[in-house]
């Protein structure tokens, strides 16, 4: 993998000041929304707000982790870009993939298992609830030939680039 010449697209430009992005309240398995967990992230959208004031990385940039926000690697090759989106748990059922102008959107649910057993909870540590990622697509991005698959919780999106879209080079002359 070469990570040294990291591309100057900002693929997450407005996934931040999207409201609907990230992760809905955790909910418990009567169905209502847990109250510490609705005081928790209030909290964490608080200090997100308060943070970025001060230039500081929030969970909305995607540069601390939040609940339910999957994991996205994009890698660029010559003739197309491949996005992986990690969503174990989830099924292949319970994600949307949308292309809205230049963005694409990929919206998805984790659902809590229904069981019918009685019994009480000593610890629960996994997330349910839904999540949306917005990434913005680069010029020379064939929308129209957009193809993903679904294998193992993992969302593979591969987006062709159109090789005249790409950026030229072309020296300017200084003049004296």
Known sequence: MNTHKPSPWNWLRHEASDTRSGSTPVKSSGGEVSPLMGIHQELDRWMDRVMGQFGMPSSASGEVPSLLRPSVDIAERDKEYV??????????????????????????????????????????????????????????????????????????????????????????PIKH
């Open 83 to 172: 996005i992986s989106v990690e969503v174990p748990g989830v099924e292949e059922k319970d994600i949307k993939l949308n292309l809205e102008d230049d963005q694409l959107i990929i919206e998805g649910e984790k659902r809590q298992e229904e069981k019918s057993e009685e019994g009480r909870y000593q610890r629960i540590e996994r997330s349910y609830g839904s999540f949306r990622r917005m990434l913005n697509l680069p010029a020379d991005a064939r929308k129209e030939e957009i193809q993903a698959s679904f294998n193992n919780g993992v969302l593979t999106v591969t987006i062709p680039r159109d090789a005249e879209a790409a950026p030229k080079r072309q020296e300017i």
